[in-house]
């Protein structure tokens, strides 16, 4: 099988290297890549939110399956162009991505699957923000009903940031959903849908602010660890009787959404994300994201054994209900962002990026790359926000946690920015979830 890989992201990197150590793959090209990835894979430097482009590269050079890693590709109906192209396609349609793209759109899917989430307003005027603010009460949360790279949500005890956040977003000519505060630790779980069948992969936790303790603004993700020892135990019911948590969420978010999807006539195939708080109340659905999340899937990819290709392609040409259990690497896996100075707002590009072979070099150790390019004269420097995740593994969580902090020790470029505490509260069993059943 030969495969395409869409995206110029860490998320992409993670994909190609599983895919590559699939038996069933025979070669992986990445378009456009980036300069990790062009390490490992050809890639072609074409744009990827380009269906037509995307779609003939794909007929060109006859690959078997295209994997569409970002959002905006997806939601520009880059995967409906190489469908019609005659290409399976693993990622949603256009108007199943509205499931990210549109958060009134998700809340509408919810409402009308049952699906648990938090009580939500859909507002196109401060009067009607005001308003829902002032029914849910403190902490607010506000969210830009587009697209925003992670960056859409404020969630703050004062009402005037929460109101400031609504009106940016009006002035923009877009609007807002305001909903109910989730209490609970959240958890990323990556579920495979070929429109109808359902395979879940490893639930993993993300870190979502730029700094230790959870302070700072929103970004993209600063750090994920997977398996989660913490929901081991918790069982919630599901139709009378005790499920875990992975159960839960097929049967109770992930089975609904896809079914409502496919009664819509715009089946859902692809990986769908369910972003979960994990309440005194239960199991909520804080987002649904159509792709891939970048920091987990470093960690996630990291530990499964069975052959991601073969997978995906499964899912992309309806065929998942033949999948056995899949098969993941014993231990855990740990990633750690490293960022670009002034990341989330406006990151400094062009610094010299130094130690990724000693960190590499390490036992246990692996370097992913998301905004990096090569210089005139070889040399790898930052060339976005988020530039590189360094993955650990190991036995227990605290050895891979160990693993991936040595090697980011290794590796420093002038403002260099990651967070210290990725996984520590887990390790520290200070992550605790009321079973519901
Ligand atoms: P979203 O883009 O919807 O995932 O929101 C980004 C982040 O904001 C989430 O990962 C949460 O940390 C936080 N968040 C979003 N919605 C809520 C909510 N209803 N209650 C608490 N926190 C939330
Ligand atoms: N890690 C969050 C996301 O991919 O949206």
Redesign the pocket.
């Known amino acids: 099988m030969k495969i395409l890989v869409v995206g110029p992201g860490g998320r992409e990197h993670a994909i190609v290297r599983a895919c590559l150590r699939d038996p069933a793959v025979e070669a992986v090209e990445a378009a456009p890549g980036n300069a990790g990835i062009a390490r490992d894979v050809p890639c072609h430097s074409i744009d990827a939110s380009n269906g037509t482009e995307v779609a003939a590269l794909a007929v060109e050079r006859g690959f078997d399956l295209v994997v569409i890693g970002p959002e905006a590709p997806l939601a520009a109906g880059v995967a409906d162009a190489v469908r019609t192209a005659g290409v399976p396609v693993f990622g949603p349609s256009r108007a199943a991505s509205q499931l990210e793209a549109s958060?009134a759109f998700a809340k509408e899917i919810m409402a009308a699957a049952g699906v648990p989430?938090?009580e939500?307003v859909h507002a196109n005027d401060a009067a009607v923000a005001a308003a829902a603010l002032d029914r849910f009460g403190p902490?607010y949360?506000v969210?830009d009903d587009g697209l925003?790279a992670?960056?859409?949500?404020?969630?703050t005890e004062d009402r005037h940031t929460a109101l400031a956040h609504a009106q940016s977003c009006f002035d923009a000519g877009g609007s807002v959903v305001i909903?109910?505060?989730?209490?609970g630790p959240?958890v990323s779980l990556f579920v495979l849908s070929d429109g109808q069948n359902l395979v879940a992969l490893s639930p993993a936790q993300?870190f979502?602010?730029i700094h230790d303790g959870?302070a700072g603004p929103?970004t993209g993700g600063m750090g994920a660890y997977t398996p989660l020892d913490w929901l081991s135990d918790y069982r919630e019911s599901v139709g009378g009787a005790p499920a875990d948590f992975t159960g839960v969420v097929l049967e109770k978010v992930a089975r609904p959404t896809v079914t409502e999807m496919a009664r819509r006539g715009t089946p859902f195939v692809g990986v769908l994300y369910c972003?979960l708080?994990v309440t005194s109340r239960g199991v909520?659905v804080?987002?649904f994201?159509v792709r891939f999340g970048d920091p987990e899937t470093q960690a996630v990819l990291e530990r499964l054994e069975t052959g991601l290709g073969g997978l995906m392609l499964q899912a992309a040409t309806g065929e998942l209900d033949e999948q056995t259990p899949l098969q993941w690497r014993e231990g855990y896996a740990v990633d750690v962002v490293l960022a670009a100075e002034n990341y989330p707002e406006t990151p400094r590009k062009g610094d010299l990026i130094t130690g990724i072979e000693d960190a590499e070099a390490l036992e246990g150790v692996s370097v992913l790359h998301a905004g990096t390019s090569t210089d005139d004269a070889g040399a790898l420097r930052t060339a976005g926000g988020r530039v590189l995740a360094v993955v650990g593994t190991g036995q227990s969580l605290a050895a891979a946690r160990d693993r991936a902090y040595a090697g980011v020790a290794k590796i420093s470029w002038p403002g260099v920015q990651h967070r210290t505490d990725i996984a520590a509260k887990a390790i520290a069993a200070e992550i605790t979830v009321e079973t519901q059943a």
Do not use: C, H, I
Request: glycine share 10%; hydrophobic share 35%.
């Open positions: 958060k989430t938090a939500a902490p949360v969210k925003a992670g960056k859409g949500v404020v969630v909903e109910e505060f989730l209490d959240e993300d979502k602010r959870d929103n972003g708080a909520r804080v987002e994201n």
